[in-house]
C-alpha cells in the first residue's frame, strides 16, 4: 500500500495529507484532538508547542482547507427564537480579518516582540503556554510568560487584549441575522472544534468505507487505514459501483 502522499505547506510547515488512522484514531472529546491530530500531520518545522496561538490556528486552517475547501457552512441555534441558524465563512477572510480587540501594538520587531502604549513589551503567545495555564488553572501564569518588560500583572485586561492581537486566533464572533426572526447576534466560531466535529461527522462514511474495502480486497485494518483519504474514497465508490452493477445483473 503507499502511504499517504502530496505533502502540503502551510506557512514553514510542510503537512501531509490525512489518512485513514488520522481519521480512525481522532477522538472528539478529547479537548487535545486538534493537537493530537497536527501532531501527527506535521512533516518538518517541528514543535507544535513552541507555535504562537495566530501560527498554530493558521496550521488548523490549512488541514481544514485540504479537506473541505476555504468555505465554512455551520449550522447554531437562534439566541432569540431557537430556530436553526446557519452561517457561513471563508476562512481566508476570516484569518485576514484584524483580531476582536482594538488596540495600538507596536511590532513585531527582529526577535518577534511587541510594545503596548504603556511601555511594556510582550511576546505572542504560544501554545506551550497556553496549555501550561489551562494546565495549572492559572491565567496570570500566562500573561508572566509573554510580558519580557514591565509588570505582567499591571491592568490585565489591556494586557490580554494585546496578548490577543499579538497572536489572533481564529476563534472569533461572527455576525449573523436569523433568518426566522431578524435578530442580528454574535455568533461564536471555533476553528479547532469545528474541525474536529466534522471529521467526527464523517466517521460512520469512514467505517463504511472501511467495510466494503475489508471485503473486497481482504486488507488488512492498518493497509486500509495507510491510504489516504482520497483513494479510500476512490475505492470504496468503485466498491460500491460494482456491487450496484452485480445487483442489477442478479
Ligand atoms: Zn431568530
Do not use: K
Request: glycine content about 4%; overall charge negative.
Amino acid at each position: 500500500m503507499s502511504p499517504a502522499r502530496d505533502p502540503f505547506s502551510a506557512g514553514r510547515f510542510r503537512l501531509r495529507a490525512l489518512n485513514g488512522s488520522d481519521e480512525f484514531l481522532l477522538d472528539a472529546a478529547d479537548p487535545r484532538a486538534p493537537h493530537a491530530l497536527l501532531r501527527r500531520l506535521v512533516l518538518e518545522g517541528g514543535d507544535i508547542d513552541a507555535l504562537t496561538i495566530a501560527e498554530y490556528d493558521r496550521l488548523l486552517a490549512a488541514v481544514f482547507e485540504a479537506l473541505y475547501g476555504d468555505q465554512v457552512e455551520a449550522r447554531t441555534q437562534c439566541a432569540a427564537c431557537s430556530e436553526p441558524l446557519d452561517i457561513s465563512l471563508s476562512l481566508a477572510a476570516l484569518a485576514a480579518a484584524p483580531p476582536d480587540v482594538a488596540i495600538e501594538l507596536a511590532g513585531p520587531d527582529e526577535r518577534g516582540t511587541f510594545l503596548l502604549p504603556d511601555g511594556r513589551r510582550i511576546r505572542a503567545p504560544t501554545v506551550g503556554d497556553v496549555e501550561h495555564a489551562v494546565r495549572s488553572a492559572d491565567i496570570a501564569a500566562l500573561r508572566h510568560a509573554c510580558v519580557l518588560e514591565g509588570d505582567a500583572d499591571a491592568d490585565p485586561e489591556l494586557l490580554d487584549a494585546a496578548l490577543e492581537a499579538a497572536a489572533p486566533a481564529l476563534t472569533r464572533d461572527v455576525t449573523a441575522t436569523c433568518p426566522h426572526c431578524a435578530a442580528a447576534q454574535p455568533v461564536r466560531f471555533d476553528l479547532a472544534n469545528f474541525l474536529v466535529a466534522s471529521l467526527a461527522r464523517e466517521r460512520p462514511f469512514l467505517l463504511r468505507e472501511m467495510h466494503l474495502l475489508a471485503r473486497a480486497y481482504g486488507w488488512s485494518l492498518a493497509e486500509i487505514l495507510s491510504l489516504n483519504r482520497d483513494d479510500r474514497r476512490a475505492l470504496a465508490r468503485l466498491c460500491e459501483a460494482e456491487r450496484a452493477a452485480a445487483r442489477r445483473a442478479a
